[in-house]
């Protein structure tokens, strides 16, 4: 994977562009000069976290460069008996590793260690290996260890995890389509193309494809997932663009299915021709209507694509005072968060967690605590799909797991001071690819941000006197965001994981970046507005599954409904009135998993609570789930293309017993089994009881996507936003605000007209707001040498 990008520095109003130089001494000198802050001295701009050491390992951490390299090395030692062959030179019909991960660490061997003195609990990895050599082909999964690599190291199949019934192993017609995977069916493509180049050319403005290499070609393919409904077909459903950086959004009207099962292409075959909403089954039928004169095209892509791009646009001109810099939150009074780099463990204003990655899911939390109580055990995504309409072969059955395409490896690069403020710790991540680790620098921020509220406040009533108060109490707020952002493709999600002084958390998800939009058809506007000369934005939806093992203290928890219920009371000193109605709670708990809506109206109130622990009140101490923007699940629950492999999209909440052999939502070659899936979420759900047990909430987040002119060139952040929120709900005595310091309280007394404020020794510091110059922290991409 290699990246490249264009580094911009501001210089007195002009834009200096400069191509990234070379790799070694010259570009890491060229960084260093642009990333080098002002020497701190008198300035406000703080600089590193200060360090803590985490309590305990991070039993969740990634494998290291050197365990990958390993465990490449055992999988291809002959004696391992798996018959590989190195990718750079297999074939499709050879055996070779896709990729190596980390293996979830089973919450049954970390608990013994982080609450006790059980030793650590030993690390394994994930491989997937595709199996093209054998009389079956197939991918099969497999997990390694105990790591480091040693003796006793074992090569197993990983089957646990999954309940489809083929454990580890996805067919052939199934499995990730790579590019050796791809170059099987790239010839047929190529011939069928090359055989109508003339009745493109002549209909798309000069667009023709005689494959991806020949120097003719002007267009470019893309054909999405699923490519197979069980396995037992394997099937390419494909749409030209016009290539380059605006391609998403330059869709033409022409469209070609192959189907192509097995790794045999003298058994694959062209299904038909899409144009001008016609089916065309060969090619004889296509050109004898191409020559009648019955297709034709109305609308055509601008060949520049600069529109696409999301630079300044001086055709809209200038906004008043929009050439001053803009607001930014700093953090004046230095960090105040401390971090173990080392451990990736994070504390902040009485909350510890720590932080791990892997390639397919992204950033994941663990033993995530508040004031020293376990609130959850992990918080991670699980999958981020997106599903289509159209009247259109490409729209119509496309649906997208992300995880598909390793989601974790697209967190790259954040740009300080935009998408994160200035001054923003920034984490690393990596992942391996064959017997390399790439790092992507500065993939996760951490900062405390102003959140431009105030935590709580009262002005008490006046009496007299020249203030309208006789005591005010007003509390800062702030929260701790954990933030990457994954640029799956078109799209660039954005996770950021708010940590409140309250202690409740925040998980929210924006989404920009392009829209997989269609060609414009004006008879098929329910399918979306038209948004560009001759591009329809193709309504979509977005859902994104979570996994919150939530611990209340311990395992033993339960799931509260607080169901708002009006009933018809008579009261005996409202004689008058007889039966009248009012609203009261009607709680229960939820006795086996469950997986459900949203009530209407938010008329319940969920809450995962430990039934044995009370507060000092004797109530049940607890975390309310607090719904926020755009709670959802997928809209069509019956569709072919997701009909059973999509299961965690479908509600918008749900509630499991914890296993380890259930760790994840979803799995990650799901997308192209839709009707014999691999993971199947529906059979989680097998009647087990929940009251004071291990529970897993999980919960989706996304948006329907209702495509827009605004979409262009890219969505914006502002509106494609949801979240959810988990609060304490009588986990505490009281307000979790009495032991923050920046507060103000003041006193008027109106006798003596004398005002007393008191600030807690927490004082502004007298800093120069001294901000380095602009647009820094832009990292490349590394391959860790070993
Ligand atoms: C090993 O894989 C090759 C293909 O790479 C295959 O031709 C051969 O039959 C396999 N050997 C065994 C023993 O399975
Ligand atoms: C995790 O637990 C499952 C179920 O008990 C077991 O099959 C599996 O081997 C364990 N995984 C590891 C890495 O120990
Ligand atoms: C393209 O034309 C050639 C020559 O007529 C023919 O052999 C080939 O099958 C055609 N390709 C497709 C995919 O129809
Ligand atoms: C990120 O990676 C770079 C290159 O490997 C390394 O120099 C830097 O120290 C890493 N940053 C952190 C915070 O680990
Ligand atoms: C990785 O594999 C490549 C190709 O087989 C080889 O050239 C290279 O030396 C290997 N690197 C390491 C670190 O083993
Ligand atoms: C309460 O009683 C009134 C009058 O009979 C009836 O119209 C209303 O529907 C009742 N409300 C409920 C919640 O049962
Ligand atoms: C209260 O909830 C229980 C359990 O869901 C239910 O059986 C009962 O009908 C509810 N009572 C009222 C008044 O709604
Ligand atoms: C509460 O804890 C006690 C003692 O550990 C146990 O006997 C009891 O079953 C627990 N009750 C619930 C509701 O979990
Ligand atoms: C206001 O000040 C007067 C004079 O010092 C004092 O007697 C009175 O108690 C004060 N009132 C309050 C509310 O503190
Ligand atoms: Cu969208």
Redesign the pocket.
């Given at each position: 994977m290699h990246l490249r990008f264009l580094y911009l520095a501001y210089t007195a109003g002009l834009v200096v562009g400069s191509a990234l130089p070379p790799l070694g001494y010259e570009r890491r000198v060229f960084l260093e000069a642009l990333s080098k802050r002002q020497a701190s001295g008198e300035s406000c701009y703080s600089g590193d976290a200060p360090q803590v050491k985490a309590p305990k390992s991070n039993v969740w951490a990634p494998i290291s460069a050197q365990d990958n390299l390993d465990v490449w090395t055992l999988l291809h030692d002959p004696a391992t008996g798996l018959n590989l062959t190195k990718p750079d030179d297999a074939t499709v019909t050879d055996n070779y590793v896709y990729w190596i991960d980390t293996l979830h660490t089973n919450k049954s061997a970390v608990l013994p260690y982080i609450d006790g003195d059980s030793p650590a609990p030993a690390k394994y990895a994930r491989a997937i290996i595709f199996e093209g050599g054998k009389a079956n082909p197939d991918s099969q999964e497999y997990m390694i260890g105990p790591l480091p690599v040693s003796e006793s190291t074992t090569v197993q199949k990983l089957d646990y995890i999954y309940n489809g019934g083929r454990g580890g192993s996805v067919p052939f017609n199934a499995r990730s389509v790579d590019g050796i995977k791809s170059s099987v069916v790239t010839p047929l493509i190529t011939s069928a193309m090359s055989n109508i180049s003339d009745i493109t050319a002549a209909l798309f403005d000069g667009g023709v494809y005689f494959g991806p290499t020949d120097d003719r070609t002007t267009l470019t393919m893309t054909s999405g997932t699923p490519v197979s409904l069980d396995g037992s077909q394997g099937f390419r459903n494909i749409l030209f663009r016009l290539p380059g950086s605006g391609s998403y959004l330059s869709p033409i009207d022409f469209y070609l299915l192959v189907d192509c099962p097995g790794t045999d292409p003298s058994h694959h075959s062209i299904k038909g021709y899409v144009t001008n909403s016609k089916f065309y089954p060969d090619e004889a039928s296509l050109r004898a209507a191409f020559e009648s004169g019955e297709i034709s095209e109305t609308y055509f892509q601008p060949e520049d694509e600069s529109w696409t791009d999301v630079d300044y646009k001086p055709e809209l001109g200038v906004r008043a005072l929009e050439d001053q810099f803009s607001p930014q939150s700093i953090e004046l009074g230095g960090k105040r968060y401390k971090v173990d780099p080392e451990a990736q463990y994070v504390e902040y204003m009485g909350w510890g967690f720590y932080l791990s990655y892997s390639r397919t899911l992204g950033i994941m939390f663990y033993d995530v605590k508040f004031k020293g109580e376990r609130i959850l055990y992990e918080l991670s995504l699980q999958e981020a799909m997106a599903q289509y309409a159209g009247n259109q072969p490409k729209a119509s059955n496309t649906v997208y797991h992300d995880t598909y395409y390793s989601f974790g490896t697209d967190m790259a690069t954040l740009v300080e001071g935009y998408d994160c403020p200035f001054g923003s710790t920034f984490w690393n991540v990596s992942f391996h690819e064959q017997n390399l680790t790439t790092v992507n620098q500065d993939a996760i921020c951490i900062f405390e941000k102003d959140t431009g509220v105030p935590l709580s406040r009262h002005r008490y009533g006046s009496s007299g006197g020249n203030y309208p108060f006789s005591k005010l109490g007003v509390v800062k707020d702030s929260a701790l965001v954990i933030r990457a952002i994954a640029t799956v493709g078109n799209y660039d999600y954005m996770l950021s994981f708010n940590y409140n002084l309250d202690g409740s958390l925040e998980v929210e998800v924006r989404a920009s970046g392009f829209l997989q939009s269609s060609f414009y058809y004006p008879d098929q506007k329910k399918f979306g507005p038209r948004i560009a000369p001759a591009t329809q934005g193709s309504l979509h939806d977005h859902i994104v599954s979570f996994k919150a093992d939530f611990d209340i203290i311990d395992t033993?928890n339960s799931f509260e409904v607080s169901d708002l219920v009006v009933v018809n009371q008579s009261q005996p000193w409202f004689p008058e009135l007889g039966e009248f109605e009012q609203f009261e709670m009607n709680i229960s708990y939820l006795e086996t998993e469950k997986r459900f809506n949203w009530a209407p109206n938010a008329k319940a109130m969920y809450a995962i609570v430990n039934?044995?622990k009370t507060n000092v009140w004797g109530e049940k101490r607890g975390y309310r789930v607090v719904p926020g923007k755009s709670n959802l699940h997928l809209s069509v629950l019956n569709s072919p293309w997701s009909l059973k492999n999509s299961e965690m999209a479908k509600y918008h909440l749900a509630v499991t017993r914890q296993h380890d052999t259930e760790p994840y939502g979803n799995s990650v070659q799901n997308v192209n089994l839709p009707l014999a899936p691999q993971q199947d979420f529906s059979k989680f759900f097998d009647d087990e009881s929940i009251l004071?047990e291990d529970l897993v909430l999980w919960f989706n987040l996304g948006m329907h996507h209702f495509t827009r002119a605004e979409d262009i060139p890219v969505t914006l952040y502002t509106e494609a936003v949801s979240n959810i929120m988990f609060a304490p709900q009588n986990f505490f005595d009281r307000a979790q605000d009495g032991d923050l310091l920046n507060r103000r309280w003041i006193k008027y007394n109106a006798t003596t007209d004398e005002l007393t404020f008191d600030a807690y020794g927490v004082e502004l510091p007298n800093c120069a707001i001294d901000i380095p110059e602009p647009v820094y922290g832009i990292s490349p991409t590394v391959n860790e040498e070993l």
């Amino acid at each position: 994977m290699h990246l490249r990008f264009l580094y911009l520095a501001y210089t007195a109003g002009l834009v200096v562009g400069s191509a990234l130089p070379p790799l070694g001494y010259e570009r890491r000198v060229f960084l260093e000069a642009l990333s080098k802050r002002q020497a701190s001295g008198e300035s406000c701009y703080s600089g590193d976290a200060p360090q803590v050491k985490a309590p305990k390992s991070n039993v969740w951490a990634p494998i290291s460069a050197q365990d990958n390299l390993d465990v490449w090395t055992l999988l291809h030692d002959p004696a391992t008996g798996l018959n590989l062959t190195k990718p750079d030179d297999a074939t499709v019909t050879d055996n070779y590793v896709y990729w190596i991960d980390t293996l979830h660490t089973n919450k049954s061997a970390v608990l013994p260690y982080i609450d006790g003195d059980s030793p650590a609990p030993a690390k394994y990895a994930r491989a997937i290996i595709f199996e093209g050599g054998k009389a079956n082909p197939d991918s099969q999964e497999y997990m390694i260890g105990p790591l480091p690599v040693s003796e006793s190291t074992t090569v197993q199949k990983l089957d646990y995890i999954y309940n489809g019934g083929r454990g580890g192993s996805v067919p052939f017609n199934a499995r990730s389509v790579d590019g050796i995977k791809s170059s099987v069916v790239t010839p047929l493509i190529t011939s069928a193309m090359s055989n109508i180049s003339d009745i493109t050319a002549a209909l798309f403005d000069g667009g023709v494809y005689f494959g991806p290499t020949d120097d003719r070609t002007t267009l470019t393919m893309t054909s999405g997932t699923p490519v197979s409904l069980d396995g037992s077909q394997g099937f390419r459903n494909i749409l030209f663009r016009l290539p380059g950086s605006g391609s998403y959004l330059s869709p033409i009207d022409f469209y070609l299915l192959v189907d192509c099962p097995g790794t045999d292409p003298s058994h694959h075959s062209i299904k038909g021709y899409v144009t001008n909403s016609k089916f065309y089954p060969d090619e004889a039928s296509l050109r004898a209507a191409f020559e009648s004169g019955e297709i034709s095209e109305t609308y055509f892509q601008p060949e520049d694509e600069s529109w696409t791009d999301v630079d300044y646009k001086p055709e809209l001109g200038v906004r008043a005072l929009e050439d001053q810099f803009s607001p930014q939150s700093i953090e004046l009074g230095g960090k105040r968060y401390k971090v173990d780099p080392e451990a990736q463990y994070v504390e902040y204003m009485g909350w510890g967690f720590y932080l791990s990655y892997s390639r397919t899911l992204g950033i994941m939390f663990y033993d995530v605590k508040f004031k020293g109580e376990r609130i959850l055990y992990e918080l991670s995504l699980q999958e981020a799909m997106a599903q289509y309409a159209g009247n259109q072969p490409k729209a119509s059955n496309t649906v997208y797991h992300d995880t598909y395409y390793s989601f974790g490896t697209d967190m790259a690069t954040l740009v300080e001071g935009y998408d994160c403020p200035f001054g923003s710790t920034f984490w690393n991540v990596s992942f391996h690819e064959q017997n390399l680790t790439t790092v992507n620098q500065d993939a996760i921020c951490i900062f405390e941000k102003d959140t431009g509220v105030p935590l709580s406040r009262h002005r008490y009533g006046s009496s007299g006197g020249n203030y309208p108060f006789s005591k005010l109490g007003v509390v800062k707020d702030s929260a701790l965001v954990i933030r990457a952002i994954a640029t799956v493709g078109n799209y660039d999600y954005m996770l950021s994981f708010n940590y409140n002084l309250d202690g409740s958390l925040e998980v929210e998800v924006r989404a920009s970046g392009f829209l997989q939009s269609s060609f414009y058809y004006p008879d098929q506007k329910k399918f979306g507005p038209r948004i560009a000369p001759a591009t329809q934005g193709s309504l979509h939806d977005h859902i994104v599954s979570f996994k919150a093992d939530f611990d209340i203290i311990d395992t033993a928890n339960s799931f509260e409904v607080s169901d708002l219920v009006v009933v018809n009371q008579s009261q005996p000193w409202f004689p008058e009135l007889g039966e009248f109605e009012q609203f009261e709670m009607n709680i229960s708990y939820l006795e086996t998993e469950k997986r459900f809506n949203w009530a209407p109206n938010a008329k319940a109130m969920y809450a995962i609570v430990n039934q044995n622990k009370t507060n000092v009140w004797g109530e049940k101490r607890g975390y309310r789930v607090v719904p926020g923007k755009s709670n959802l699940h997928l809209s069509v629950l019956n569709s072919p293309w997701s009909l059973k492999n999509s299961e965690m999209a479908k509600y918008h909440l749900a509630v499991t017993r914890q296993h380890d052999t259930e760790p994840y939502g979803n799995s990650v070659q799901n997308v192209n089994l839709p009707l014999a899936p691999q993971q199947d979420f529906s059979k989680f759900f097998d009647d087990e009881s929940i009251l004071q047990e291990d529970l897993v909430l999980w919960f989706n987040l996304g948006m329907h996507h209702f495509t827009r002119a605004e979409d262009i060139p890219v969505t914006l952040y502002t509106e494609a936003v949801s979240n959810i929120m988990f609060a304490p709900q009588n986990f505490f005595d009281r307000a979790q605000d009495g032991d923050l310091l920046n507060r103000r309280w003041i006193k008027y007394n109106a006798t003596t007209d004398e005002l007393t404020f008191d600030a807690y020794g927490v004082e502004l510091p007298n800093c120069a707001i001294d901000i380095p110059e602009p647009v820094y922290g832009i990292s490349p991409t590394v391959n860790e040498e070993l």
